[in-house]
C-alpha cells in the first residue's frame, strides 16, 4: 500500500505540476493577448491619423491642381488676348512688310502704295534697311599720320 500511495501522491504531484504549468501558460497568453490587443488599438489609431493626413495633402494637392488649371486657362487667354492685338496693330506688319520689300528691291513709292504709308516713313524704312549695305560697301577710315 505504500507503493500505492506513493505512486498516488508521485500522480497527484506531477498533475498538479501540470495544473501549474497550465495556469502560468494562460497567464502568459492572457497578459500577451492584451498587449498585443493595445498595440493594435495604437495601430489602428496612428493608421486613422495618417489616412487622415493624407486625405488632408490629397485635397491640398487637388486645390493646388485646380488653381494651375486656372492660371493655364487666363494665361491661354492672355495669349491669345495677345496674338489677337499683335494683329490688329497695323503699324507693325505694314513696317516688317516694308523692310521686307526693301530687301527685295522695291523702291520708295512702291512702299507707299503697297504698304499704306508715307513719303518720310517710306525713306525711313528704306534708309534703316540700306544702311547695313551702305556700311559694308564704305571702305575703313584711313589712319592720319
Do not use: H, W
Not at 507503493?3 to 498538479?16: A, F, K, Q, W, Y
Amino acid at each position: 500500500m505504500s507503493d500505492l500511495s506513493t505512486m498516488l501522491s508521485d500522480v497527484t504531484l506531477l498533475g498538479l505540476a501540470t495544473i501549474v504549468a497550465l495556469c502560468m501558460i494562460t497567464t502568459f497568453l492572457i497578459i500577451e493577448r492584451r498587449k498585443n490587443a493595445k498595440t493594435q488599438l495604437l495601430l489602428k489609431q496612428e493608421l486613422q491619423k495618417l489616412r487622415k493626413d493624407m486625405q488632408a495633402v490629397s485635397n491640398g494637392s487637388i486645390g493646388v491642381g485646380k488653381r494651375l488649371l486656372e492660371i493655364q486657362d487666363i494665361q491661354r487667354k492672355i495669349d491669345s488676348r495677345f496674338d489677337s492685338l499683335q494683329k490688329k496693330d497695323p503699324g507693325r506688319v505694314t513696317y516688317s512688310e516694308a523692310a521686307r520689300l526693301v530687301t527685295l528691291g522695291a523702291e520708295i513709292e512702291d512702299l507707299m502704295n503697297t504698304c499704306g504709308i508715307s513719303r518720310p516713313e517710306a525713306e525711313l524704312v528704306t534708309a534703316l534697311q540700306n544702311k547695313p549695305k551702305a556700311a559694308a560697301n564704305k571702305p575703313a577710315p584711313r589712319a592720319v599720320a
